[in-house]
C-alpha cells in the first residue's frame, strides 16, 4: 500500500511540475511575429532534436528495442500529439489564451469516457470533478459561439479530445516510456509545417523565444507529463494538468495586457474549484488508505 500510495504522489507531482513549466507556453507563441508556420516548424524541429538527443543519451543501445516495445501505441500516440499540438496554435490565432487554456480544460471529461471503455474504474471525486468542469466549459464556450472566435473554440475543443486519448494510451502502456512518441510527433508536426509555410527562416527577434520554447519548455514539460499516466488514472493526469489553464491566463495578463472575459472569469473559477476539490479529496483519500495499509501490517 505505501509502494502504491508513494507511485500515486510521484505520478502526481511529475505531473503538476510538467504543468507549470508548460504554462507560459501559450504567451510566448503568442509574442511570435513570424509568419504561424513558420513558427510552428522551427518549435517542432527544436523539441524533435532535445527529445530524440535526450532518448540517445539516456537510452543508448536500448531505444529501438523500446521503441519496437511499444507497437501500435508509438504511431497512435504521436498522431494524437500531433493533431494536439496542431489545435492548440490554431486556437490561439482564433481565440484568447484563457478560452483556449479553458476549453482545452475539458481533457479529463474526455479522458474519464475513454478510461471506462478500457475498464479503469474512477472514483466518484473524478466524476465530480469532470461535473465542475462541464459546467465551467459550458460557460466560456457560449460565449465562443456568440463570436467570431467559435473557430478557436473549437480547435481547442478537437486538442483537448488528441490530449485525452494520448493519455489513455500511455495508461494502456503504463509499464512503458511513451517518450519516444513526443520526438515522433515533433518530426510530424515539422513536416507538416515545412509543407505550409512561406519562409523557412523567422524574424530575428523570434530566435530566442523559439529556442527558449523548443529547448527548455516544451521538451522538460512534455517528457513530465508523458510519466504521469504511468501512475495515475488518466482522467486525474487530465485534471492535474489544469494548473495550466490556471496559470496560463495569469501569464497573458501579464505580459500581453489579455483580460479575461467575464464568462472566462466565472469559467476558470468552476475548473479551478474542482480542480483544488479534486486534489483535498485525493489526498484525503490516499492518506487513509496508507493508514488502513499500516494498521494492517
Known amino acids: 500500500m505505501r509502494g502504491q500510495s508513494r507511485s500515486y504522489w510521484i505520478g502526481f507531482a511529475l505531473t503538476a511540475l510538467g504543468a507549470i513549466v508548460l504554462s507560459p507556453d501559450a504567451t510566448l507563441f503568442k509574442l511570435i511575429e513570424s509568419d504561424i508556420w513558420t513558427a510552428i516548424f522551427w518549435r517542432a524541429l527544436l523539441l524533435c532534436l532535445a527529445v530524440w538527443a535526450w532518448l540517445l543519451l539516456t537510452r543508448k543501445h536500448q531505444l529501438i528495442h523500446d521503441m519496437k516495445r511499444l507497437g501500435w501505441a508509438l504511431p497512435a500516440a504521436a498522431a494524437c500529439w500531433a493533431i494536439s499540438n496542431l489545435g492548440f496554435i490554431f486556437a490561439l490565432n482564433y481565440t484568447t489564451v484563457a478560452d483556449t487554456l479553458a476549453i482545452i480544460a475539458t481533457a479529463p471529461i474526455f479522458a474519464a469516457i475513454f478510461g471506462r471503455v478500457i475498464g479503469e474504474k474512477l472514483a466518484m471525486r473524478t466524476w465530480v470533478a469532470a461535473l465542475g468542469i462541464a459546467s465551467g466549459i459550458a460557460i466560456i464556450f457560449e460565449a465562443n459561439i456568440k463570436s467570431e472566435t467559435v473557430m478557436g473554440a473549437l480547435a481547442a475543443f478537437a486538442t483537448a479530445i488528441s490530449i485525452a486519448l ?5 495508461r494502456v502502456k503504463s509499464n512503458q516510456d511513451l517518450t519516444p512518441a513526443l520526438g515522433l510527433s515533433a518530426g510530424l508536426t515539422a513536416i507538416f509545417a515545412i509543407l505550409m509555410m512561406d519562409t523557412l527562416l523567422p524574424i530575428a527577434s523570434d530566435w530566442p523565444n523559439l529556442i527558449f520554447v523548443g529547448l527548455f519548455i516544451l521538451p522538460v514539460s512534455l517528457v513530465l507529463i508523458t510519466l504521469g499516466p504511468r501512475r495515475l488514472p488518466a482522467a486525474e493526469v487530465g485534471l492535474l494538468m489544469l494548473l495550466e489553464t490556471a496559470l496560463g491566463p495569469i501569464w497573458a495578463w501579464v505580459v500581453l495586457g489579455e ?12 475548473i479551478v474549484g474542482a480542480l483544488l476539490a479534486h486534489g483535498t479529496a485525493a489526498w484525503l483519500s490516499q492518506n487513509q488508505q496508507t493508514k ?5 501490517q
Open 259 to 270: 483580460i479575461p472575459q467575464n464568462p472566462t472569469i466565472m469559467g476558470g473559477i468552476l
Open 166 to 170: 494520448f493519455f489513455i494510451i500511455g
Open 292 to 296: 488502513i495499509g499500516s494498521s494492517s
